[in-house]
């Protein structure tokens, strides 16, 4: 197949992205236990207990390249913005099925947030750690994948010292891209 003009490749990628991921069925935990083992390179320079609570059975019909990418943002979120280099701490993922939905629960020990981050923590282009090379839109999509591409609902809850904690709530089978 010929394509005509050199952007033509850029505007695939832009319309594959805004269609959004590949559905297919998938168990999470299993799913959730490749994105991690994607991770381990980062995760094992910290000091970081990474635990997962999810039913082998938990079967999802969705998009499992929009679930990779917000774990692995809200794991970096957590490696750049809640820990020190070599502090101890923990992150837990838990994930339950209520009725139709997807409780997905993500907890890190860390720093939190004021008040004033956590009323920001979703815009584009807010970030605390410029200097460390944030550019404040990892949170931003973690928003979107949630809330658009799969349909659901994600709040955020947080104390300076106490850590944070990011509740999603999805249907376990979203509506289909159009």
């Known amino acids: 197949m010929r394509f005509r003009s050199p952007g033509f490749f850029f505007d695939a990628g832009l319309d594959i992205l805004r269609r959004?991921?590949?559905r297919r069925k998938f168990f999470l935990e299993e799913y959730l236990g490749e994105v991690l083992l994607s991770l381990r390179p980062r995760l094992k320079k910290t000091k970081l207990q990474v635990t997962v609570h999810c039913p082998k059975d938990l079967?999802?019909?969705s998009y499992p390249g929009a679930f990779s990418q917000?774990?692995?943002?809200l794991i970096i979120n957590s490696l750049?913005?809640?820990?020190?280099?070599?502090?101890?701490?923990s992150i837990t993922i838990a994930?339950?099925?209520?009725?139709?939905?997807?409780?997905?629960?993500?907890?890190?020990s860390g720093k939190g947030m004021p008040v004033e981050v956590q009323k920001?923590?979703?815009?584009?282009?807010?970030?605390?750690?410029?200097?460390?090379?944030?550019?404040?839109?990892?949170?931003?999509?973690?928003y979107?994948?949630?809330?658009?591409?799969?349909?659901?609902?994600?709040?955020?809850?947080s104390h300076p010292g106490q850590g944070t904690t990011f509740t999603l709530t999805l249907p376990l089978a979203p509506p289909a891209q159009t």
């Open 20 to 22: 959004g991921y590949i």
């Open 59 to 61: 079967q999802l019909d």
């Open 70 to 73: 917000i774990v692995t943002n």
């Open 80 to 89: 750049v913005h809640a820990f020190d280099e070599g502090q101890e701490g």
């Open 95 to 108: 994930a339950a099925s209520r009725g139709d939905s997807l409780v997905l629960t993500y907890a890190d």
């Open 120 to 142: 920001r923590v979703f815009d584009p282009f807010f970030t605390t750690a410029r200097a460390k090379g944030g550019t404040g839109l990892g949170m931003h999509i973690v």
């Open 144 to 157: 979107n994948l949630v809330t658009q591409t799969l349909g659901g609902a994600l709040g955020c809850e």
